[in-house]
Structure formats: C-alpha cells, structure tokens
C-alpha cells in the first residue's frame, strides 16, 4: 500500500513539474550564439482554439548561420500552454517555420530563443 501511495505522489509530481508547454529542437554547443530572440503571443477567443505561426528567416544575409538550437518557453505558469509544432527548417538549416495552438479559450504566449553558428 505504501508502495502505490508512493508510486501515485510521484506521477503526481511529476505531472505538475511538466505541465507546462516548454519544447526544443536540436543541441545548443558552447560556441553557439543567439541568432534570435521573440516574444509570440496571442490573445485567446471564448470557446475557440487559436493558431499563429513564427518564421525565422536569413534571406539576403550574405553571413547566414546555421542553426543548431531552437528552445520554445512557455510563458504561463499554468498547463494551459500552446502546442508548438516544428513546420519547416530547423537545426541544419538557416530558417525555420514555427505553428503555435493553443488550448480552447487560452492564448499564446511563448517565448522563442534561436541559437546556431
């Protein structure tokens, strides 16, 4: 019994520490810089699910870097957070497409940090 009382406290714990919405893609190296920083939001609609999307893009940047990190937070300090997909590029490339969606009658508000050398 002591067992499963213990068992049921730890996917409990668990559950909490990981509700929030917090995504990456890649593996950032020490020689990485960041390439950029922006702060995606959007404001929620009653009963609906809203959707944007975020693009990165070096285009006419004769010095384009590579990325090699994509890091998503989850600003809202509830499980309430935007699913966040992976559109296009990403590490490998020197461009990426990010989709936010959020939960019914929640907004977005995520932070997006890219990093690449």
Do not use: H
């Amino acid at each position: 019994m002591k067992f499963l009382t213990l068992f049921a406290l730890f996917v409990a714990s668990v559950a909490i520490v990981s509700a929030k919405n917090d995504y990456e893609w890649g593996q950032k190296g020490e020689k990485d810089i960041l390439l950029a920083e922006q702060k995606v939001t959007k404001a929620f609609f009653v009963g609906l699910s809203v959707s944007t999307k975020y693009t990165f893009s070096q285009k006419g940047n004769l010095d384009a870097k590579t990325i090699t990190y994509i890091e998503v937070n989850d600003n809202k300090k509830k499980e309430n957070g935007a699913v966040v997909t992976l559109a296009s590029g990403g590490p490998g490339s020197k461009g990426c497409t990010l989709k936010f969606k959020s939960q019914k009658g929640k907004g977005i508000n995520d932070t997006v940090k890219i990093y690449g050398r």
